[in-house]
C-alpha cells in the first residue's frame, strides 16, 4: 500500500520537473547590427512562461528598439504561445522532446489577436496571470466541492502566498497556502451525484502550423465517479480517453490493453502476442530500424496472419497516438484519481496531452 511519504515525494518531484528553455529574442526587435545571445532559463513544468517576462526583458532590454509601452508574449516556430497554459503541457503538446526548448521572445506594443488579451497596467506585474490561476482553482473547487466558497473566502495574505508558491514552483509553500481549503474530490450533498475530478485535454493533431486553433483542440471537464461503487471509484485514464476523445480507436494504442470482447463489432481482435509485436515494431522505428521486420515475423506465424495483417495496418492508419500527463506516459490502465492526487497541477486541474500524428 502506497503510504502518505511516498505519495507527497511523487507530488514533489512533480513540482520540481523543469525544462531547460533557450530564450531569443525577435530579429524584427532587435536595434543593433548583430543578434544578442540566447537567455538560458530552466522552466517549471507547473509554472508559466511569462513568469520568465521580467527576466527576459532586463537581460534584452539594452538590444531592444526603445519603446512606450511593451506587451510580452513567447512564440514556437512562429506559435504565439498562449500565456495561461502551463510551460509543461505547451511543452508536451508542441516540442517533440526538443532540448532545450527554442522559444522566441517579442515585446510589442500588444499581443496577436490569436492569444487572451494581457490587460495589464504595469505590463510585467503580471495581474492577468494571477486572475486566470485563480479563476481556474475556483473552477476546480467548485467541481470536486460543490462550491468554490473557499477560495473566494481566502484573505489578502493568504492569497498573496499562495500565489508567490505558484510562482516559485514551492511545493511546501503551497501546502501550506492551501491547508485551510479543501481541493479533493467529494460527493455532492445537493443532489447525491459522485464525486468529480477537474480535467483539461489538450489533443494535438499534425504537425506546427501557425495557427494554435488549427492544430490544437482541448476540453475542460468533470470526470465523475461511478455511481455504483461505495466508496466512489473513479475510471481509468483509458476509460477518460475513450469519452473525451471517441474518435480515436483507442484499442488500437500500442500501449493500451482492452479486456477481451470489448474490441468494436467487425474490428481485428488484439493478443496479447499481437500488443507485444505492436509495440515491438514501434520501438524499432523508433530506433531506426525497418518496420517490415516486425511484419515479416507475423507473415511466418500461420493461421493468424492476416488477422495480424490487419490489425498492423489498422494501427498504421491511426499513426502514432502519445499520451503525456506531467512529461510521463502512464500505463492507460492508470487511475484517473491516482493521477490527479500526485499531478496535478497548482489550480488542481490534471492537464493530460494526447498527441496524434
Known amino acids: 500500500m502506497e503510504g502518505p511519504c511516498l505519495g507527497d515525494r511523487i507530488a514533489l518531484e512533480t513540482w520540481a520537473s523543469k525544462i531547460a528553455v533557450r530564450l531569443s529574442l525577435s530579429s524584427g526587435e532587435v536595434s543593433c547590427p548583430e543578434a544578442p545571445l540566447p537567455l538560458h532559463v530552466l522552466a517549471p513544468r507547473f509554472g508559466y512562461l511569462h513568469l520568465f517576462a521580467r527576466q527576459a526583458f532586463d537581460f534584452f532590454e539594452r538590444f531592444m528598439i526603445s519603446q512606450q509601452r511593451y506587451t510580452p508574449y513567447f512564440a514556437y516556430k512562429g506559435l504565439p504561445l498562449p500565456w495561461h497554459i502551463p510551460a509543461g503541457v505547451l511543452y508536451d503538446l508542441l516540442a517533440d522532446g526538443e532540448q532545450p526548448w527554442d522559444i522566441m521572445v517579442h515585446f510589442p506594443t500588444s499581443l496577436p489577436t490569436t492569444l487572451l488579451p494581457w490587460n495589464d497596467e504595469e505590463d510585467f506585474k503580471l495581474s492577468p496571470l494571477r486572475d486566470v490561476f485563480f479563476g481556474s482553482l475556483k473552477e476546480a473547487a467548485f467541481i470536486c466541492q460543490g462550491t468554490s466558497n473557499a477560495v473566494n473566502m481566502m484573505d489578502i495574505s493568504n492569497r498573496d502566498s499562495l500565489w508567490q508558491s505558484v510562482k516559485s514552483t514551492d511545493w511546501e509553500g503551497y501546502k501550506s497556502s492551501t491547508s485551510s481549503i479543501s481541493l479533493d474530490p467529494v460527493p455532492s450533498q445537493k443532489n447525491c451525484s459522485p464525486p468529480k475530478i477537474p480535467t483539461r485535454v489538450y489533443l494535438r493533431t499534425g504537425a506546427a502550423r501557425l495557427e494554435w486553433r488549427e492544430m490544437v483542440k482541448s476540453t475542460s471537464r468533470p470526470v465523475p465517479g461511478k455511481h455504483e461503487s461505495e466508496p466512489p471509484t473513479f475510471p481509468t485514464l483509458l476509460e477518460t480517453l475513450k469519452d473525451v476523445l471517441p474518435s480515436i480507436p483507442w484499442y488500437l494504442v500500442s500501449n493500451c490493453s482492452i479486456p477481451a470482447g470489448s474490441v468494436p463489432p467487425g474490428e481485428p481482435?488484439?493478443?496479447?502476442?499481437?500488443?507485444?509485436?505492436?509495440?515491438?515494431?514501434?520501438?524499432?522505428?523508433?530506433?531506426?530500424?525497418?518496420?517490415?521486420?516486425?511484419?515479416?515475423?507475423?507473415?511466418?506465424?500461420?493461421?493468424?496472419?492476416?488477422?495480424?495483417?490487419?490489425?498492423?495496418?489498422?494501427?498504421?492508419?491511426?499513426?502514432?497516438?502519445?499520451?503525456?500527463?506531467?512529461?510521463?506516459?502512464p500505463p492507460l490502465e492508470t487511475p484517473i484519481a491516482w493521477l490527479h492526487a500526485k499531478m496535478r497541477a497548482p489550480d488542481s486541474f490534471l492537464y493530460i496531452v494526447v498527441r496524434r500524428e
Open 269 to 329: 481482435a488484439r493478443t496479447a502476442a499481437d500488443s507485444t509485436g505492436a509495440s515491438a515494431s514501434e520501438a524499432g522505428s523508433r530506433e531506426g530500424e525497418p518496420e517490415a521486420a516486425g511484419v515479416s515475423g507475423e507473415l511466418q506465424g500461420g493461421g493468424g496472419n492476416v488477422q495480424a495483417m490487419e490489425a498492423q495496418a489498422a494501427r498504421r492508419a491511426v499513426g502514432r497516438v502519445d499520451v503525456l500527463v506531467g512529461g510521463i506516459r
